[in-house]
Every structure is written in C-alpha cells, then in structure tokens.
C-alpha cells in the first residue's frame, strides 16, 4: 500500500485576491510560500473553509500557476473555479484578508515529457485549470519545486473546449505561454462549432495527449487516443474528502496484472496512464 505520509503542508492562508474571470468562474490567490515553493504541475490541494462547519470536507483545486514575488521566488498560489455547488458558492464570497485552511501539495502531478516534441492538452471545462503551469513547465519558461528548466522547449498545443464562449477563462494566459491554443464551444459561440475531441480531431496529432475535464469527455479523448496508438495521460477529476489517502472515497478501477483493482485517485492520481484505465476498452 503506497505511503500516506508524504509531505504536504497545512495551514491557515489569507485570501489575496479573488476575482471573476468568466461566467460563474474565479481566479483566487492565496500566500503560501512553502508550498509555493513545492508544488508541481498537475498537483493539487484541498481547501476547507477555516470558520464552522458547513461544508464539513474540504474540495481539491489545482495549482493554476505559483505567484512569484520581485524576486522571482515562489509566495503564492493562483487557483481557478467554477461556482458548481455550496463549497465554490462559499468561496465566490470571499474578499482579500479572509483566510482558507489548506493542505497540500498532493497527487502526483503531470508526467515529464522531456522528449516529447509536440505535446497536445485538452481540456474540457473547468479541467483547463492545470494547463497553465504544465505548459509553462513545457515550454522551458518556468520551472516548478526542483524540477529544473527544461532546455529544449516543447511545441504544445492546447485544445480548450466549453459550452459557450461566456464560460473560456486564462484564454491569454494560455497563448502567453508560446502554445498553440484552439477553442471549441458546444453551441457554437466561440472557435470549432462542437466537441473539444471534434477540434482535436481536425488537427495534427500531437505526440502525447494529456486530458483533463469531465469522465465522459476523457473517456471520449482516451477512445481517440487509443485508435491514434498515441500515448495519453488524463488527469482525473473525483470527488475526495481527505485528499490524502485515509477515507477511500475517491477509488476508480485500474488494470491489474490479474484483471483490476481500485486505485486512490488522491495519492496514485490524479493523473494516470490512459492505458492503465479499467474503464477504458
Ligand atoms: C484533483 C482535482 C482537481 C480539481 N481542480 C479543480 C479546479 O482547479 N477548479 C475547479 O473549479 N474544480 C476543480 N475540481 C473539482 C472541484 O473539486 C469540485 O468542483 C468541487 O469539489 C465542488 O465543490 P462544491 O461544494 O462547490 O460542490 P458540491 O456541492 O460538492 O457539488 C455540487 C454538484 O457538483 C457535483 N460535483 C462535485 N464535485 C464534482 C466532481 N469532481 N466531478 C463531477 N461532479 C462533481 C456534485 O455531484 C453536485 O451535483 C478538481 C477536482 C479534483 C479531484
Ligand atoms: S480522498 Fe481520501 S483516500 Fe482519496
């Protein structure tokens, strides 16, 4: 059984700044210098709102980028969400000087592709968030805990869907960073009229996807990926309740060397090989 005591930090942190940035959806920053300092992209923390309890569980958010100060060292953390239920309704209310509890980093974090030339991300929804530090990393302009700057910087590309053009957020984040960035909106508001896979589709293939968004787009992306023999990677959004391996509420079904078992999505995840999927053919 994989070890639950991995460092990650716990802490009281103040609210910086929390502003919208599209329909229903905030960008918040909080202080936190060591974990600033440590986490990766891909990875994530769960916050949990420090007054009362209701919600009682804190949610998992992932790392949209570290904020760095003058000097360039890590003291903050920028996360995005999108207002779905009590816990995002709650933070949507919050004004700089309120605090969060936090603990993280934790999962596991995106794969180093260091060979991979052309690299394609595709998100679905909300799943955008963890791209913007991943293709920073790629593209040699940032380097993240003690993962040095990589030299030869990879051409990326990033298929972004939505339903409608009202809900895109860090669109300019997104092409700052040097990748190629497409758009598709459902009902035909914005960029590819459809599914964010259609728009993958009528492009060329990038090397090695990386998928993150909703299970029935990722099932989608896995399909295609499987039919293109291209290597794919998805990044799992379960609910969780701990974050950090104790309670078993976030299990999804992995290929096994005798059929399948049950994988923590929280300390095995949240990013896991296609491949190893059970719930891909
Ligand atoms: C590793 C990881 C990283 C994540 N990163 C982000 C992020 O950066 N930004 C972001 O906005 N969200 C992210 N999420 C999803 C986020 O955790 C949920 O949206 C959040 O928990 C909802 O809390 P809530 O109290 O507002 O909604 P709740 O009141 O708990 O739920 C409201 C509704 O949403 C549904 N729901 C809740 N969570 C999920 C889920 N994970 N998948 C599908 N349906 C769900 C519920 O069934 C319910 O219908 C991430 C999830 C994971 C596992
Ligand atoms: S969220 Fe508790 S074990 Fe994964």
């Not at 995002?88 to 592709?113: A, K, M």
């Not at 030869?152 to 990748?179: E, H, K, M, N, W």
Request: charged share 20%.
């Amino acid at each position: 059984m994989k070890d639950m005591s991995a460092a990650f930090i716990q802490m009281r942190v103040p609210v910086e700044r929390n502003q919208p940035v599209a329909r229903n959806t905030y960008l918040l920053r909080f202080r936190a210098a060591d974990m600033a300092r440590s986490i990766k992209p891909g990875q994530f923390f769960m916050v949990r709102l420090p007054q009362g309890s209701d919600p009682l569980l804190g949610r998992p958010f992932a790392l949209y980028d570290t904020v760095l100060d003058e000097t360039g060292t890590p003291v903050g953390i920028d996360f995005v969400y999108l207002v779905v239920g009590k816990m995002t309704s709650r933070l949507s209310q919050l004004r700089p000087g309120d605090e969060l509890e936090v603990w993280g980093p934790l999962g596991n974090g995106f794969p180093d592709l260091a060979d991979v030339e052309h690299v394609g991300l595709v998100a679905g929804g909300i799943g955008q968030t963890p791209f913007l530090a991943y293709a920073r990393s790629l593209r040699g302009q940032r380097g993240y805990g003690d993962a040095a700057l990589r030299k030869q910087p990879a051409r990326v590309s990033i298929y972004y869907g939505v339903r409608s053009a009202d809900l895109l957020a860090g669109v300019a984040d997104f092409q700052a960073t040097g990748a190629a960035v497409h758009i598709a909106a459902e009902d035909g508001s914005a960029g590819f009229h459809g599914r964010v896979t259609g728009l993958l589709a009528d492009h060329e293939r990038p090397q090695h996807l990386v998928g993150c968004g909703p299970e029935p787009m990722l099932h989608a992306l896995a399909d295609l990926a499987r039919a293109w023999k291209v290597p794919c990677h998805l990044s799992l959004e379960t609910p969780m309740a701990c974050g950090v391996g104790i309670c078993f509420t976030c299990v999804t079904p992995v290929r096994t060397a005798d059929g399948w078992d049950y994988r923590r999505v929280c300390i095995d995840g949240p990013v896991f090989d296609a491949a190893c999927l059970a719930w891909t053919e």
